[in-house]
């Protein structure tokens, strides 16, 4: 992995006598896209304006890019669930004004980032006149038009349909890939952060509990079906030989947490007189780690 760009160390953030962030560190290298998922009110939108600058943690050192792709550019693109745009104006004008501030890019790289997030800048509809999922994605391209090094987003699909979800995700995929923009994102939709996120950190009470990683490779339950219920019982005295943890599902299907390849589980098995009708390797999804994380705290 290429060096982290954003670093996160021991960050806690109280309010009163309520720590809504405890403990929290991280870091995300350049290119890649990590999620941020918890329980309403576990810290997600505060870690997020930590990272942005616009609060300050109460302990914790935080370090971010100072300057983006762009000489003199912003560091960080920021997308917050509800974004301020001047609702007279079209989503060009609003771009334009806000590029004006710092003068750093042109008014073609303006029309280049919304038309990335599928807008067209030659529009003269007014912002007023927007759906809320246009606003995201005019937020979405007001956050990208400087070439930032690190993209926050905070709820980023809200206010979308499935067409506008999934273009989004391929948009995000591309800024990390192709410009190899770090992108930090905190949303309440945990299939579309698994199919987007390199590693997503699940969040509770203030504190980073576990870390999903698409790439892990670790052991994962494999589900074995056998033929009948006598298949069963000489199953589960293998598994007690072996030592192993298992969990019986049906009268004839046993899940069984092993790391062992496949095959070589097939053959020992099939030395051991079993007779396996099926079986399946399945990795648990996000959704499955969440729900686990909030109901039995593991």
Same mark, same amino acid.
């Given at each position: 992995?290429?060096?982290?760009?954003?670093?996160?160390?021991?960050?806690?953030?109280?309010?009163?006598?309520?720590?809504?962030?405890?403990?929290?560190?991280?870091?995300?290298?350049?290119?890649?896209?990590?999620?941020?998922?918890?329980?309403?009110?576990?810290?997600?939108?505060?870690?997020?304006?930590?990272?942005?600058?616009?609060?300050?943690?109460?302990?914790?050192?935080?370090?971010?890019?100072?300057?983006?792709?762009?000489?003199?550019?912003?560091?960080?693109?920021?997308?917050?669930?509800?974004?301020?745009?001047?609702?007279?104006?079209?989503?060009?004008?609003?771009?334009?004004?806000?590029?004006?501030?710092?003068?750093?890019?042109?008014?073609?790289?303006?029309?280049?980032?919304?038309?990335?997030?599928?807008?067209?800048?030659?529009?003269?509809?007014?912002?007023?006149?927007?759906?809320?999922?246009?606003?995201?994605?005019?937020?979405? @391209? !007001? *956050? #990208?038009? /400087?070439?930032?090094?690190? %993209?926050?987003?905070?709820?980023?699909? &809200? +206010?979308?349909? @499935? !067409? *506008? #979800?999934? /273009?989004?995700?391929?948009? %995000?995929?591309?800024?990390?890939?192709? &410009? +190899?923009?770090?992108?930090?994102?905190?949303?309440?939709?945990?299939?579309?952060?698994?199919?987007?996120?390199?590693?997503?950190?699940?969040?509770?009470?203030?504190?980073?509990?576990?870390?999903?990683?698409?790439?892990?490779?670790?052991?994962?339950?494999?589900?074995?079906?056998?033929?009948?219920?006598?298949?069963?019982?000489?199953?589960?005295?293998?598994?007690?030989?072996?030592?192993?943890?298992?969990?019986?599902?049906?009268?004839?299907?046993?899940?069984?947490?092993?790391?062992?390849?496949?095959?070589?589980?097939?053959?020992?098995?099939?030395?051991?007189?079993?007779?396996?009708?099926?079986?399946?390797?399945?990795?648990?999804?996000?959704?499955?780690?969440?729900?686990?994380?909030?109901?039995?705290?593991?």
């Amino acid at each position: 992995m290429n060096k982290a760009i954003v670093t996160v160390k021991n960050v806690g953030k109280v309010y009163g006598s309520h720590w809504a962030l405890k403990d929290i560190n991280l870091e995300i290298a350049p290119g890649e896209i990590v999620g941020f998922v918890g329980p309403n009110g576990s810290g997600k939108t505060t870690l997020i304006k930590i990272m942005a600058g616009l609060i300050t943690p109460t302990e914790g050192i935080v370090n971010v890019p100072k300057e983006g792709l762009i000489p003199d550019s912003a560091g960080i693109g920021l997308v917050m669930e509800s974004a301020p745009f001047a609702a007279h104006l079209s989503g060009y004008k609003n771009l334009e004004l806000l590029a004006y501030i710092k003068n750093v890019i042109s008014a073609n790289e303006i029309r280049q980032a919304i038309q990335i997030v599928g807008l067209d800048p030659e529009s003269g509809k007014k912002v007023g006149h927007y759906s809320f999922g246009m606003r995201q994605r005019l937020a979405l @391209a !007001q *956050a #990208i038009m /400087e070439r930032p090094r690190l %993209l926050l987003l905070d709820e980023p699909t &809200n +206010g979308l349909d @499935a !067409q *506008a #979800i999934i /273009e989004l995700r391929d948009t %995000l995929k591309s800024l990390a890939k192709e &410009n +190899g923009i770090a992108i930090f994102l905190a949303s309440h939709l945990l299939t579309e952060v698994e199919n987007v996120c390199d590693r997503v950190l699940m969040v509770k009470q203030g504190k980073i509990r576990k870390t999903f990683n698409k790439s892990d490779n670790g052991r994962a339950p494999v589900i074995v079906q056998t033929t009948d219920a006598s298949d069963i019982e000489k199953l589960l005295i293998w598994l007690k030989a072996h030592g192993l943890t298992y969990q019986v599902l049906k009268a004839n299907e046993v899940s069984i947490d092993i790391d062992m390849p496949v095959p070589q589980l097939v053959n020992s098995l099939v030395q051991a007189n079993v007779n396996i009708e099926g079986i399946i390797k399945k990795a648990p999804t996000l959704e499955e780690e969440f729900i686990s994380l909030l109901i039995k705290g593991e």
